[in-house]
């Protein structure tokens, strides 16, 4: 039986345009292509989840227009269980516009969207206990909280995708969370700008965290590898040594597979090698979503490396 997880959070989409040279001005130009791709750190993990097996749903919002609808599209040929994605009427979906040049280069113009409510009280919470973990970012602190306070109570791991925000949002997400993993932006953002500067400062950022109750206190260094604290003390686990061709998504994809692993009992260190392998592997493709190994592939790695 596939193991259940939930992804709660921000979705947002590109359009992305491939252009020869970056506009430099106002003019018409021409895109050699043109796509349309899902992002955002919930909506990610839950569609790395799907592709390494779980049977995985994200509970969302988005405006009622043509990106809420091509979102959504998009996740349910990855596999995911959109039933609770909702689109709100009159409210409009964040976007960007991406133009990228033929060396890669890009211009980014963002929409935030607009008219999305907060209130999380329409979220399904009785199927919480179904799940055998929950997974959230830091986008939707009142739906975090929700859905993190009624996984405590039916005793089902959540996992917090810390990324940047401000120290109010975490004030009310961390208390409820067992695993908490920052980025290092969102490490800043929590503990002040100068915990990533040495060993012993990144430590003590982590130190605080536990000390709101969760249960591990995690961050992400890139190729820097992952460091965390539980109750056994600090470790270390460096980065997979890939080929790297794009880190986009790579964190967000570390997220969803750390829950799934969770979900299927792996203990804390299993979990954090199964999540740098899934995320090194996708660092050696394109896309955020396109580059997700399948879950065979991540065994083959892991039994190799
Ligand atoms: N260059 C790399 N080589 C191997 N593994 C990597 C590399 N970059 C990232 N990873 C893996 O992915 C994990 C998450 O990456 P990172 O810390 O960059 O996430 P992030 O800062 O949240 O970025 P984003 O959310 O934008 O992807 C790392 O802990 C590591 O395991
Ligand atoms: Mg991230």
């Known amino acids: 039986m596939k193991t259940r997880v939930i992804c709660l959070g921000i979705t947002t ?3 992305v345009w491939p252009v020869e040279e970056l506009p430099t ?4 130009y021409r895109a ?5 791709v ?3 750190m919930a909506a990610n993990a839950a569609v790395a989840a799907a592709r390494l097996g779980a049977d995985c749903a ?5 405006g009622d227009d043509t990106a809420g609808v091509t979102m959504q599209r998009e996740m349910t040929a990855y596999g995911v269980d959109i039933r609770n994605f909702r689109l709100f009427p009159g409210a409009r979906s964040s976007i960007s516009a991406v133009l990228v040049s033929q060396d890669g280069e890009r211009t980014i113009v963002n929409y935030r969207g607009t008219g999305i409510p907060d209130d999380p009280s329409w979220l399904p919470l009785d199927q919480v206990a179904e799940a055998a973990a929950i997974h959230a970012d830091i986008r939707w602190v009142e739906g975090a909280a929700a859905i993190f306070s009624a996984a405590r109570k039916a005793a089902i791991p959540t996992v917090l995708d810390g990324e940047t925000a401000d120290t109010e949002a975490f004030a009310v997400v961390l208390p409820w969370t067992d695993h908490a993993i920052f980025s290092e932006p969102g490490l800043r953002s929590f503990a002040g700008p100068d915990c990533l500067q040495h060993e ?3 430590r003590d950022a982590l130190a605080k965290v536990r000390e709101l109750g969760c249960r591990v206190a995690a961050v992400t260094c890139g190729s820097k590898g992952t460091l965390w604290l539980d109750e ?4 270390h686990l460096p980065a997979f040594a890939v080929k790297v061709v794009d880190t986009t998504g790579a964190g967000d994809v570390f997220h969803g597979a750390y829950a799934l692993a969770l979900g299927e009992g792996q203990k804390v260190a299993q979990a954090m090698r199964f999540a740098s392998a899934v995320a090194a592997l996708k660092c ?4 955020g979503r396109a580059g997700i190994p399948t879950r065979a592939e991540v065994e083959e790695f892991l039994a190799t490396h």
Do not use: C, P, V
């Open 13 to 15: 989409l590109d359009r």
């Open 25 to 28: 001005g106002g003019g018409k």
């Open 32 to 36: 050699s292509d043109y796509l349309e």
């Open 38 to 40: 899902g992002g955002g």
């Open 58 to 62: 994200y509970w969302g919002r988005a």
């Open 200 to 202: 012993a400062s990144r």
């Open 232 to 235: 056994q003390g600090f470790h």
């Open 284 to 287: 050696t493709r394109q896309g």
